[in-house]
């Protein structure tokens, strides 16, 4: 199934929740109604803006489908901005008399044979409007640039207003508007119908243009094929344009919240029913995800619940640093454990409904890329293996110690933040990477090889490879190529693989690794705290070529082991030396492969981190005499 057919599929989804916007509509953010009477004239204004925040915002409401501008100038149908509908501006205005001209013409045209209440009067106002007349009441300054609608002076439904453009006089208008095209096979379809020659604008996409991007467009030569013009080079109804649009800008929405209500369990209160808030949006890197249920053979509240937790798996991964999970929250908990019982294949457990792992879910990642949205990657799966395959990731990434701050486990966000971004800054995150991380994790596939490449360039560029964060990265990409090549040789998985600190582990570089962490520990030792040890000045170059750098460093830790000899503290220190280096060949190697670098790291890391183990055994063996 295609990205387009998905989404398609999830606006009926919409559609049958009573969610979408009808064809030929799109829901847009109303500040203001003009009420006129039946002659044309304003009667007043009806605010529509809502609180939200500390600021006020406009009413999300069913209009006629927005014109796509670029620098044209295009009106749209029956409501506008107030400098195509009133011809005012808070701006320069530069071509503002163009655009309430563009305005006034469409409308008159479509409106001239209309004999409606609701149409006639709003003809009659356009022929008579000029923009002078905001000066005067019932308009206002707070109006300017306000997206507003028209309403006929007390025209109501159960007691509702009614806008002129939901009148049943309008509708055919609209409609007509919305299938004017040439027609052809629609490639999501597969049937013949009206083709959409400009794509509609995607919002809410991080990064990328506020008025929206395209997901699909063809504005320039280089991009066609055959003599086609723009939407004829990848021919799409416009049904199923209008379709696929809304239900991304949906699942796009900033505020868009989506309540599952459960029969309440042991976990809470069985009297009232488990409420469940989640988002279908997430933020990975420079990737904006959203994600839906394929809801095939499902009931509502099983595809609901399988998003809630999905959300829940992507909310783990995109934190970013420093952020934690609310253990407190009695509501989250059931969705954690969920993972757990899906990855092996049982059926989740919320409230008292089951969510099965076979519900299907798809996964979209999109990436700003000037006027148009980049496809990061689009992912299809079950349930059970998307959380079997997070759980995998966390396995893999796992290292004994864990760092600093480590937590039940790192999102995706902040293992790249520390790991591949310099300064440790959100904005300095490769943002292929980030996709490509994303990808693996959710897919179970081999992590991507730039992660490991970049982790050993922040450590060759100073950043602190004791702090076990890129020793952890490193591990991941590693412990997955050597599941490959066991999986390859039919032997069995090794988990725990280089998680922990392993003596009888034979890889040179492995060694050397723990080799350059006990020299360090010889020269703290000896000298103490100085201004720039063994591994701020030779680590890269060390993990990189030993055979040019090590003979120095062991010629400096037998100076450091003779002044620790002289006050009995050497004993400890030449003990791992004796087991480390009768492993390694008397022959250096003069370089090391990446992967080989990234062994090295790990090996550091295992040693330096037992090393401090070790002395908080002996302390805490210490207090214990004490008392």
């Not at 055919?172 to 490639?187: T, Y």
Request: aromatic share 6%; charged share 25%; net charge neutral.
């Amino acid at each position: 199934m295609t990205v387009l057919q998905a989404l398609a599929g999830y606006y009926d989804r919409m559609a049958r929740r009573g969610e979408a916007e009808p064809p030929g509509f799109s829901r847009k953010l109303i500040d203001f109604a003009v009420v006129i009477d039946g002659a044309g004239n304003p009667v007043s204004v009806m605010p529509l803006c809502q609180q939200s925040g500390k600021k006020m915002i406009g009413r999300a409401i069913d209009v006629p489908a927005e014109m796509k501008r670029t620098v044209a100038v295009v009106p749209n149908f029956l409501w506008d901005k107030t400098a195509y509908s009133l011809g005012v501006t808070a701006g320069d205005g530069k071509r503002t008399a163009q655009e309430q001209q563009a305005f006034r013409a469409l409308h008159l045209e479509l409106l001239a044979g209309s004999d409606d209440a609701g149409l006639v009067a709003l003809r009659r106002f356009l022929e008579s409007w000029t923009a002078e007349r905001f000066a005067a009441a019932p308009f206002a300054p707070d109006m300017l640039d306000a997206n507003i609608v028209f309403r006929l002076d007390g025209d109501t439904v159960d007691g509702a207003p009614r806008f002129i453009h939901e009148r049943p006089a309008a509708l055919p208008l609209i409609e007509a508007r919305s299938i004017a095209g040439d027609g052809g096979i629609c490639l999501v379809s597969g049937v013949e119908t009206p083709l959409a020659r400009l794509h509609p604008a995607i919002r809410g996409v991080d990064g990328a243009q506020t008025a929206g991007a395209a997901l699909v467009s063809f504005n320039a030569a280089a991009y066609e094929s055959y003599g086609r013009e723009q939407g004829a080079n990848a021919p799409t109804g416009q049904v199923a344009a209008f379709k696929y649009g809304a239900a991304l800008n949906r699942l796009l929405d900033r505020d868009s919240r989506y309540r599952l209500e459960l029969i309440g369990g042991a976990h809470v209160d069985p009297t009232r029913p488990l409420q469940i808030l989640y988002r279908q949006r997430a933020r990975l890197g420079d990737a904006t995800i959203v994600f839906w249920a394929d809801s095939s053979g499902l009931e509502e509240v099983e595809a609901a619940a399988g998003e809630a937790v999905m959300a829940s798996t992507l909310n783990a991964l995109d934190r970013p640093a420093g952020q934690v999970e609310d253990d407190d929250d009695a509501y989250a908990a059931p969705l954690r454990d969920a993972l757990t019982q899906l990855a092996d294949g049982r059926p989740a457990h919320i409230g008292d409904g089951e969510v099965p792992p076979e519900v299907r879910l798809h996964v979209l990642g999109l990436s700003p890329n000037a006027a148009r949205l980049s496809v990061r990657f689009w992912l299809t799966n079950t349930l059970g293996a998307f959380a079997s395959n997070v759980m995998r990731h966390a396995e893999d990434i796992a290292i004994a110690p864990p760092p600093h701050r480590w937590g039940a486990g790192p999102s995706i966000n902040r293992l790249l933040v520390k790991t591949t971004a310099a300064q440790e800054k959100w904005e300095n995150i490769p943002p292929l990477l980030a996709g490509e991380m994303a990808r693996a994790v959710l897919m179970g596939s081999r992590y991507p090889r730039t992660l490991l490449t970049t982790a050993m360039m922040r450590l060759r560029a100073g950043d602190d490879p004791g702090g076990g964060w890129h020793a952890a990265v490193i591990r991941g990409v590693l412990a997955r190529e050597h599941r490959e090549r066991l999986k390859q040789k039919n032997l069995p998985d090794e988990k725990d693989w280089l998680m922990s600190l392993d003596r009888n582990e034979t890889n040179p570089a492995y060694r050397l690794g723990r080799l350059f962490a006990v020299l360090e520990a010889a020269q703290y030792n000896a000298l103490g705290r100085v201004n720039s040890t063994i591994r701020d000045r030779f680590f890269g170059a060390a993990s990189a070529t030993p055979a040019t750098v090590f003979p120095l460093l062991l010629r400096g830790g037998q100076n450091h082991l003779a002044s620790l000899r002289k006050e009995g503290k050497a004993g400890g220190i030449e003990r791992d030396l004796e087991e480390i280096m009768s492993g390694i060949a008397t022959e250096l190697p003069r370089s090391l492969r990446l992967e080989d670098q990234g062994r090295f790291a790990i090996g550091y890391y295992h040693q330096r981190a037992a090393r401090f183990v070790k002395k908080d055994a002996v302390a805490t063996e210490d207090q214990g005499e004490d008392q």
